[in-house]
């Protein structure tokens, strides 16, 4: 059973930036890939990044590339994601997640676990 656990959220101003972390407690044995979805008030989950279990293949949403970074040290079972020059349209609970499938696409269903969410708050 893998469990999630997200860290690093926080309140920034606009322009700003912040690291989430993501500690899995995943088997090397398994080569989950792992991916960073958010969701809004009052809008549904999106996704936002996406990245194989050899770090060689990422995937981000249009909203977000060119600032977002997705990266993982398997060694301490640990996925970022850095996210620089942020919006206010950025503020939402943005949530890790893992599952077995080789393209880290932004299909939800292909992600069989999912932390609990860690909250950033972007100011204007």
């Known amino acids: 059973q893998v469990q999630l656990v997200e860290s690093g959220g926080g309140l920034v101003q606009d322009g700003g930036s912040l690291r989430l972390s993501c500690a899995t407690s995943?088997?090397?044995?398994?080569?989950?890939?792992m991916g960073w979805f958010r969701q809004a008030p009052g809008k549904e989950r999106e996704f936002v990044a996406g990245?194989?279990?050899?770090?060689?293949?990422?995937n981000y949403a249009d909203s977000v590339k060119g600032r977002f970074t997705i990266s993982r040290d398997n060694a301490k079972n640990t996925v970022y994601l850095q996210m620089d020059s942020l919006k206010p349209e950025d503020t939402a609970v943005y949530y890790c997640?893992?599952?077995?499938?080789?393209?880290?696409?932004?299909?939800?269903?292909?992600?069989?676990?999912w932390g609990q969410g860690t909250q950033v708050t972007v100011s204007s």
């Open positions: 990245i194989s279990w050899s770090g060689g293949t990422t």
């Open positions: 997640a893992a599952g077995l499938t080789y393209y880290p696409g932004s299909y939800q269903g292909a992600y069989t676990y």
């Open positions: 995943a088997r090397t044995d398994r080569s989950y890939t």
